[in-house]
T-cell receptor
Framework: AQSVTQLGSHVSVSEGALVLLRCNYS??????LFWYVQYPNQGLQLLLK??????LVKGINGFEAEFKKSETSFHLTKPSAHMSDAAEYFC???????????FGPGTRLSVLP | DTAVSQTPKYLVTQMGNDKSIKCEQN?????MYWYKQDSKKFLKIMFS???????INETVPNRFSPKSPDKAHLNLHINSLELGDSAVYFC?????????????FGPGTRLTVT
């Protein structure tokens, strides 16, 4: 069965510091990969997605992620954290044969002043 | 200009009651979904509908029944509510087929069963 792991249920960074949120997937076939953000009391919003084009994907709000097939990873980064980045972040994977998404457990990002 | 909308946003009810949550999308998508998010933020897919046909049902109790009158709507009806049903329920939609289409989510409905 496909699965997605996100290392670290809670990550804290200082404002202006690098943000690194980790995502690994288990799959024997090439996946499509997504990062979503959920602000408090809101729905999920797409940050970026990988669909087998460029391995480095740029998204909204200054975030980017790199697909590394050899490491089965799709880590999310942002060079400089803002207070407004504090939210829950979800990695998700889907496959060619259907629309079913598998979501990771989420990582809560806190940004300290 | 809301893409995926849900009503109500909050729902407080007692055990044993029956309730419905409505979802509508204006994106022209042909697949819609219902997710349950528990208190630990874990997202579990409950159902998806493609062209009015149920294509996923992830071991959800049969007290939960999705109803789709047309491609733009997917309502969730819950019978005999239990305390464990308290959660946030999200509706989502997407295009179908290969191509890695993203899902668009509604704002959620917070259900509290007392």
């Amino acid at each position: 069965a496909q699965s997605v792991t996100q290392l670290g249920s809670h990550v804290s960074v200082s404002e202006g510091a690098l943000v690194l949120l980790r995502c690994n997937y288990s799959s024997s076939v090439p996946p499509y990969l997504f990062w979503y953000v959920q602000y408090p009391n809101q729905g999920l919003q797409l940050l970026l997605k990988y669909t087998s084009a460029a391995t480095l994907v740029k998204g909204i709000n200054g975030f980017e992620a790199e697909f590394k097939k050899s490491e089965t990873s799709f880590h999310l980064t942002k060079p400089s954290a803002h207070m407004s980045d504090a939210a829950e972040y979800f990695c998700a994977v889907s496959y060619n044969y259907g629309q079913n998404f598998v979501f990771g457990p989420g990582t809560r990002l806190s940004v300290l002043p | 200009d809301t893409a995926v909308s849900q009503t109500p946003k909050y729902l407080v009810t007692q055990m044993g009651n029956d309730k419905s949550i409505k979802c509508e999308q204006n994106l022209g998508h042909d697949t819609m979904y219902w997710y349950k998010q528990d208190s630990k933020k874990f997202l579990k897919i409950m159902f998806s509908y493609n062209n009015k046909e149920l294509i996923i049902n992830e071991t959800v109790p049969n007290r939960f029944s999705p109803k789709s009158p047309d491609k733009a709507h997917l309502n969730l009806h819950i019978n005999s509510l239990e305390l464990g049903d308290s959660a946030v329920y999200f509706c989502a939609s997407s295009h179908s087929g290969t191509g890695g289409y993203e899902q668009y989510f509604g704002p959620g409905t917070r259900l509290t069963v007392t």
